[in-house]
């Protein structure tokens, strides 16, 4: 299994501009999230999936939008991009029948807005 | 909602020696509690979870404590190594599908 992946690695956007972060499971799991991790904090909740077709915001969803068509793929997209969204983000998923349980983290992609 | 606290923010050790990193909750309906590990460039890694029927859970030198009462709940590492070196983050749910993270403890080992 390869787990959770996200591509890309790496990317420098212009304020304005919009991309799409791309994260795959294969684990089958029902759960997935977005996280974006600003430097020397935590990591700070962008959306969740509980199952294909349902998505709902977390802590800091301002900017941001998600999409759940399949079990596998959980796409982020920045529609606007802004300074503040420079940051690094991390895709995570977890299997769970109630309640939360351990989240497996991709390796993140890291953005700069300028 | 769920504030999750996390000391100390630093933390630097010699091989061989404890480490222990403390963390507070403030939802006292919080049953889950993690322990993350980053590496550099990495993403976390699960090291140890707790849920809140126990008190302590061991797994070889890596160790959690939870205190509902009080709302902390701590990560104790012994005989640290060169290779514990990382940051490690706590976590406490802030809803069934949510997770609210501390804001991380870098670990030096120095051999």
């Known amino acids: 299994n390869a787990g959770v992946t996200q591509t890309p690695k790496f990317r420098i956007l212009k304020i304005g501009q919009s991309m799409t972060l791309q994260c795959t499971q294969d684990?089958?799991?029902?759960?997935m999230y977005w996280y974006r991790q600003d430097p020397g904090m935590g990591l700070k909740l962008i959306y969740y999936?509980?199952?294909?077709?349902?998505?709902d915001k977390g802590e800091v969803p301002n900017g941001y939008n998600v999409s759940r068509s399949t079990t596998e793929d959980f796409p982020l997209r920045l529609e606007l991009a802004a300074p503040s969204q420079t940051s690094v983000y991390f895709c995570?998923?977890?299997?769970?029948?109630?309640?939360?349980?351990?989240?497996?983290f991709g390796p993140g992609t890291r953005l700069t807005v300028t | 909602g769920e504030n999750v606290e996390q000391h100390p923010s630093t933390l630097s050790v010699q091989e061989g020696d404890s480490a222990v990193i403390k963390c507070t909750y403030s939802?006292?309906?919080?049953?889950?509690f993690p322990w993350y590990k980053q590496e550099l460039g990495k993403g976390p890694q699960l090291i140890i979870d707790?849920?809140?029927?126990?008190g302590e859970k061991k797994d070889q030198r890596i160790a959690v404590t939870l205190n509902k009462t009080a709302k902390h709940f701590s990560l104790h590492i012994t005989e640290t190594q060169p290779e514990d070196s990382a940051v490690y983050f706590c976590a406490a749910p802030y809803n069934n599908n949510d997770m609210r993270f501390g804001a991380g403890t870098r670990l030096t080992v120095k051999p």
């Open positions: 707790i849920r809140s029927n126990v």
């Open positions: 995570a998923s977890s299997y769970s029948t109630s309640g939360i349980y351990e989240q497996y």
């Open positions: 939802d006292s309906a919080s049953n889950y």
């Open positions: 684990m089958n799991h029902n759960y």
């Open positions: 999936s509980v199952g294909a077709g349902i998505t």
